[in-house]
């Protein structure tokens, strides 16, 4: 079942597994243009955007080594991915790639590579085991894989089938980066704005998981709204954190906002709190991603150790760079909020976010004096505080919660709905009414 497309819009997908099972266009939310950044042309490839734009020796990636990546020297690997990928490798526009392995400058230019090339990214987490690889795999249907030579093993036991794995970072001579590929520049394929670039799944805590798809459009929509409005980024910035890739909270902050600003990102593969206190001071980072939890284990080391303040202390303790820190991945406790305040003189964003929603789309009030509970919605969406049957609650009354829509996902398999798609069913999921399950939303909508 091929979705109808609005007259002038055409997929640039040659597997149209992913946009099949989108739901029928009367089901998903109202999409509303009102800001002005998030009028995208029809025509969008998410990949090229995010590399087109600083000059090429400006640094685009760093690492804890010392080795920095130029935006000229991000594009010409990522063009030799995508070259690799569409020839040697056989990838079509509309592919599932999987991707896994640590946080890398050549884990973040796989993705890069993959959405260029007109693919769809399904990022995976470097320790999810081996049943649970296979499940989404199954789900998503994906047949190529790029991962980290370190991380393969598991990957390899889920014996997936008719799953092709190529590794990258090996001495094999057919390891990704060491199969030719010719040194021209990759022409991006032509997506529509609304192809799917990535599918993301939820954690399963409730069950199966759930694959989440986003479109291109939406990728920049997220850093064109809360970033851009709430982070406001310079060039200048370096952005780091804990949260990996394969969570779409760490794709957005330290992947798709950086390279959106034309700044840089350092990408660590060790990210625990003594990590991030030492990468902070040695490369100066200037925002900050993590979760409370980190935020509570660093200020106990801070506590901990020699330097009296943050601002002017030691060098394995300066944290004068940083000047916006960004909490989410779980609840962020008022006394850690006012902790940290008082040691830094920041105020932590304290985000609320969703898979299903790519990033955050509930970032405080920038006056709040406290974790605000009560978040706002960001610039690119609107409130609504609805029951589980869909039907408006006042803000803040019993079974509400906040709910704003810059970018929702197209979910599957939906609750109610018995299709586990991808298994070799031949029917699309279904949504189940009521609920705002199929959409890419790129500014303030009202769901219906």
Not at 87 to 101: D, I, K, M, S, T
Not at 110 to 130: F, S, Y
Not at 301 to 326: I, K, Q, T, W, Y
Request: hydrophobic content about 40%.
């Amino acid at each position: 079942m091929n979705v109808p497309r609005p007259a002038g819009h055409r997929s640039a997908h040659v597997d149209t597994f992913a946009r099949d099972h989108l739901p029928p266009p009367e089901q998903w939310p109202d999409l509303r243009f009102d800001l002005p950044e998030l009028r995208y042309p029809e025509r969008l490839n998410c990949a090229a955007e995010l590399l087109a734009g600083p000059d090429a020796g400006r640094p685009a990636f760093r690492t804890p080594a010392g080795p920095v990546w130029t935006y000229g020297e991000l594009r010409a690997r990522v063009d030799r991915l995508a070259h690799v990928l569409t020839g040697a490798l056989g990838v079509v526009p509309g592919n599932r790639v999987l991707l896994r392995g640590p946080t890398t400058p050549w884990l973040a230019a796989c993705w890069l590579a993959v959405l260029k090339a007109g693919a769809i990214a399904v990022t995976v987490l470097a320790r999810q085991r081996p049943h649970e690889l296979r499940t989404m795999c199954e789900m998503a249907r994906v047949r190529h894989a790029l991962c980290d030579v370190r991380a393969v093993e598991d990957l390899a036991k889920a014996e997936i089938p008719r799953l092709r794995i190529t590794t990258y970072g090996g001495d094999a001579p057919d390891d990704l980066l060491r199969r030719p590929a010719p040194d021209v520049p990759y022409g991006a394929v032509d997506t529509a704005a609304d192809d799917v670039a990535l599918i993301a799944f939820t954690s399963g805590t409730t069950g199966r998981p759930k694959g989440c798809m986003h479109l291109h459009r939406d990728v920049l929509a997220a850093a064109d709204t809360f970033s851009r409005h709430v982070l406001r980024p310079q060039a200048d910035d370096v952005f780091a954190g804990s949260p990996p890739l394969g969570f779409t909270f760490g794709l957005g902050g330290l992947l798709v906002f950086p390279l959106r600003a034309g700044a840089s990102t350092l990408l660590l593969e060790q990210a625990g709190p003594k990590q991030l206190l030492g990468a902070i001071a040695a490369h100066r980072v200037s925002v900050l991603f993590t979760a409370p939890t980190a935020y509570r284990a660093m200020l106990a080391e801070l506590d901990g150790g020699d330097a009296p303040a943050v601002r002017g202390a030691s060098p394995a303790h300066d944290l004068s760079s940083l000047r916006r820190c960004v909490s989410a991945g779980e609840n962020l406790p008022a006394a850690t909020w006012r902790a940290w305040h008082e040691r830094t003189g920041l105020r932590l964003i304290n985000g609320i976010g969703a898979t299903e929603l790519l990033h955050i789309f509930t970032p405080p009030p920038t006056s709040t004096s406290g974790p605000a509970p009560r978040a706002c919605p960001s610039p690119a969406g609107r409130r609504a505080c609805r029951t589980s049957g869909a039907s408006p609650s006042p803000t803040g009354g019993p079974g509400s919660s906040p709910c704003a829509a810059r970018s929702a996902a197209a979910i599957w398999p939906t609750p109610g709905s018995g299709s586990t798609c991808g298994t070799g069913g031949t029917s699309p999921a279904t949504p189940t009414s009521g609920r705002a399950t199929a959409t890419s939303v790129t500014s303030p909508v009202r769901t219906t």
